[in-house]
């Protein structure tokens, strides 16, 4: 017997990347002012002098945050800085958010004040304004969706599929940082859970928690770029792990790559955590995610000027695509990087 054709694929067979594809890839540009859609940190539109740059992020109480133990104005301060990331991420700068939030009768206005201050606290830090939104009510947790908008000037935007063979790769700041620090707090909420007499034992792990609960953007980095007059030849920001990250990187220039296990910069406090709580801290770099940290590629002729970013690594370099996207492990061992990251929708 013939088995019928299923009607309804499940999500997980896709797997995020795979649905954005799926439900995008028949778009037609309409428009001559579309410059880019989707594909990159940020949407971009041409303005005639110059690009605005437009990107979203939805932040969903139990997927993305716990109320358990995030604050509701960390809370804010990172739905913001988050957007903020891929505006930066485009070598531009964020302008104005919107802020739309769905929220349940069990939060009062002191909350939701709270949770402003810290949206408001991110906009001044980062001279963006807060221009308008919605608002309405949810029957499931609280909903947080900001779009940013930003502008570049034409010739300096940076996209994410334009890395050149010989490039060296690069990262901002240290990574693993905020998924350990997750790990922490999921820890001591379970301690928390099965005995409401424990205090949380979050003693020597500031950093870790401050990277997860209370995250940056990286515009000090791309004052540097403007400063010293360098341009990317590719970026994208940390959102889902570097493994995910240089694989968007690589597959959208058709390109590969090394990265030395042993150059992937890990904060110290950050690796005792990882002891702490059983998990590999190059693990945590790769796969664990919302470091929000730049990972850049740039031309070896500019190597003279970015070894003095104290705030910047090389981890790597860019190759042909037939030697694939590989970590060289500490000990030579060359391991295919695969990305397991953030991909929400996937089975494991
Ligand atoms: P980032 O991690 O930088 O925030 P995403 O992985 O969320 O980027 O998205 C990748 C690309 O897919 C972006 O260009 C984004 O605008 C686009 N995208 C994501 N979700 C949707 C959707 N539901 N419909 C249309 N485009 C989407
Ligand atoms: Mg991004």
């Not at 001559?32 to 971009?44: E, Q, R």
């Not at 201050?117 to 029957?139: F, H, M, P, Q, R």
């Not at 940076?158 to 060296?168: G, I, K, M």
Request: net charge negative; aromatic share 8%.
């Amino acid at each position: 017997m013939i088995e019928p054709k299923p009607t309804h694929t499940s999500l997980s067979e896709l797997g995020e990347f795979g649905l954005i594809d799926h439900l995008t890839s028949g778009i037609v540009i309409k428009q001559k002012s579309t410059v880019k859609g989707v594909g990159d940190d940020a949407a971009i539109i041409d303005n005639g002098n110059s690009y605005s740059l437009v990107s979203t992020d939805l932040l969903v109480e139990g997927v993305h945050f716990d109320l358990t133990y995030t604050p509701l104005k960390h809370l804010g301060y990172k739905a913001a800085v988050v957007n903020f990331s891929d505006i930066y991420a485009m070598n531009g700068t964020p302008k104005q958010i919107t802020v739309g939030i769905a929220v349940s009768n069990r939060f009062s206005v002191e909350a939701l004040e709270e949770l402003y201050s810290g949206i408001y606290l991110a906009c001044e830090k980062y001279n963006v304004d807060l221009v308008g939104g919605d608002t309405t009510s949810s029957k499931s947790g609280l909903f947080i969706s900001i779009t940013v908008i930003g502008t570049a000037e034409k010739q300096d935007v940076v996209y994410r599929n334009t890395a050149n063979e010989h490039d060296l790769i690069c990262v901002s700041g240290d990574l693993g940082s905020a998924y350990a620090g997750l790990l922490l707090l999921e820890r001591e909420k379970a301690v928390f859970l099965a005995d409401p007499n424990m205090q949380p034992d979050l003693e020597g792990y500031d950093y870790p928690i401050e990277r997860q609960l209370k995250p940056e953007a990286r515009k000090d980095i791309i004052a540097l770029f403007n400063e010293h007059h360098i341009k990317p030849t590719s970026m994208i920001d940390i959102s889902d792990g570097l493994a995910s990250e240089i694989i968007h990187i690589c597959k959208g220039s058709g390109k590969g790559c090394a990265i030395y296990e042993e150059k992937i910069p890990i904060d110290i406090s950050t690796m005792n955590l990882c002891d702490s709580v059983n998990i590999d801290p190059t693990t945590a770099a790769l796969n664990g995610g919302e470091d929000y940290e730049l990972l850049f590629t740039i031309s070896q002729k500019d190597y003279d000027i970015i070894k003095g970013f104290l705030e910047v690594c090389v981890v790597g370099h860019i190759t042909d695509e037939s030697y694939g996207i590989n970590l060289i492990s500490r000990s030579g061992q060359s391991v295919p990087i695969t990305a397991q990251g953030w991909d929400a929708l996937r089975k494991d």
